[in-house]
């Protein structure tokens, strides 16, 4: 069990490489903001390694140099971050049921998009220390780009953080594409689901939705709909 | 700021940590349900379908550099690269394209 649980780990570093770059790289950004604001490194680290929500922590940035109330802040998060209670209801089904409720609480401080991303499209049962492997790198990550952000946030030339910025990008597609290769459901699922996403983003009223709330919205409402069209058999639901 | 800062965090931190541990504490139980268990087996795709299109176009300096990042990262994934590679080469076509566009 013990070699299981440490390979389960390296392969959690190794999917976490590609995701602490990215998080480098956004967080960076993140630092700059906060920055610009009159928050200092250490309280903007103290904030990235609790939080670790990129969106979440942009909009308390500026809410907290507005002078935000306490509870407002609450239900912004709130609303900003709803979309980790979906991805924590779809792990709850993968995570490998051996494994005692503690995890379950250390693992859930992990979910973010990637990190849930890279676990949720493992074969078979999730051994946590897959997510722990991924999380021990991208957390640091996101802190330490953070912390240099607000350090030294003009050093780092603006087309490499541009560049850097597709990282997360280019590992969900790596998740979302191979699996669309095998299975038309799925293939067309992820086809849509762009088409109408980029809808989204310009047919007017719906263009002010916020992208957290999009994502809830849109994920609700196609994979309800897909789930009634198309439902799984048994077996296949593990291999996600 | 008449606010504590470290309030505001910690209340930020509380919120989301709860979003993030309910659900995964609370359903410890297998579902059985088929369409409910089809529904979170399709979660995953849309949503990380839909935070990655068109979001992509608008993460660099510039969109057509994004456009060929995404087009590279998807046949790249399509031939079933590591997550690494993919991701790294959509990076290097952004920083190469944007040297020219």
Same mark, same amino acid.
Request: cysteine-free; proline content about 3%; charged content about 10%.
């Given at each position: 069990m013990?070699?299981? *649980?440490n390979s389960n780990y390296i392969d959690g570093l190794k =999917?976490?490489?590609?995701?602490?770059?990215?998080?480098?790289?956004?967080?960076?950004?993140?630092?700059?903001?906060?920055?610009k604001v009159g928050i200092t490194a250490a309280q903007a680290t103290i904030m990235s390694i609790t939080n670790s929500t990129s969106a979440?922590?942009?909009?308390?940035? =500026?809410?907290?140099a507005a002078g935000t109330s306490y509870f407002e802040l609450a239900v912004m998060q709130f609303v900003i971050n709803l979309r980790y209670m979906l991805m924590s209801c779809s792990l709850s089904q993968k995570i490998d049921r051996s494994f005692p409720i503690i995890?379950?609480?250390?693992?859930?401080?992990?979910?973010?998009?990637?990190?849930?991303?890279?676990?949720?499209?493992?074969?078979?049962?999730? *051994?946590?220390y897959f997510t722990y492997g991924a999380m021990s790198l991208a957390i640091p990550a996101w802190a330490m780009g953070t912390m240099l952000g607000v350090i030294m946030g003009t050093v780092l030339p603006g087309n490499v953080v541009s560049a850097l910025s597709v990282a997360l990008y280019g590992m969900f597609i790596a998740i979302i594409i191979p699996p669309a290769r095998e299975n038309k459901v799925l293939a067309g699922l992820v086809a849509v689901?762009?088409?109408?996403s980029l809808l989204f983003s310009k047919l007017p009223f719906v263009k002010s939705i916020s992208a957290g709330t999009k994502v809830i919205v849109l994920t609700v409402i196609i994979a309800g709909i897909a789930a009634v069209l198309f439902p799984v058999e048994e077996d296949d639901t593990d291999a996600a | 700021m008449q606010?504590?800062?470290?309030?505001?965090?910690?209340?930020?931190?509380?919120?989301?940590?709860?979003?993030?541990?309910?659900?995964?504490?609370?359903?410890?139980?297998?579902?059985?349900?088929?369409?409910?268990?089809?529904?979170?087996?399709?979660?995953?795709?849309?949503?990380?379908?839909?935070?990655?299109?068109p979001a992509i176009l608008e993460a660099t300096n510039n969109t057509y550099a994004a456009a060929g990042g995404f087009?590279?990262?998807?046949?790249?994934?399509?031939f079933k690269r590591s997550l690494f590679q993919v991701s790294i080469a959509a990076c290097a076509m952004v920083f190469v394209l944007e040297m020219f566009l």
């Open positions: 013990k070699t299981i *649980n =999917s976490g490489i590609p995701i602490a770059m990215g998080y480098f790289a956004v967080s960076f950004t993140l630092g700059i903001a906060a920055k979440g922590e942009f909009a308390a940035i =500026s809410a907290i995890h379950r609480f250390i693992m859930g401080f992990g979910i973010t998009d990637e990190i849930f991303g890279v676990s949720v499209s493992r074969k078979g049962k999730l *051994n946590p689901s762009m088409v109408v | 606010h504590n800062i470290y309030l505001y965090i910690l209340v930020m931190a509380t919120v989301t940590y709860l979003i993030r541990v309910l659900p995964l504490t609370l359903i410890q139980k297998e579902i059985k349900n088929k369409t409910i268990r089809s529904f979170l087996y399709y979660v995953p795709y849309v949503t990380l379908s839909v935070m990655t299109f087009l590279l990262a998807v046949l790249l994934a399509w």
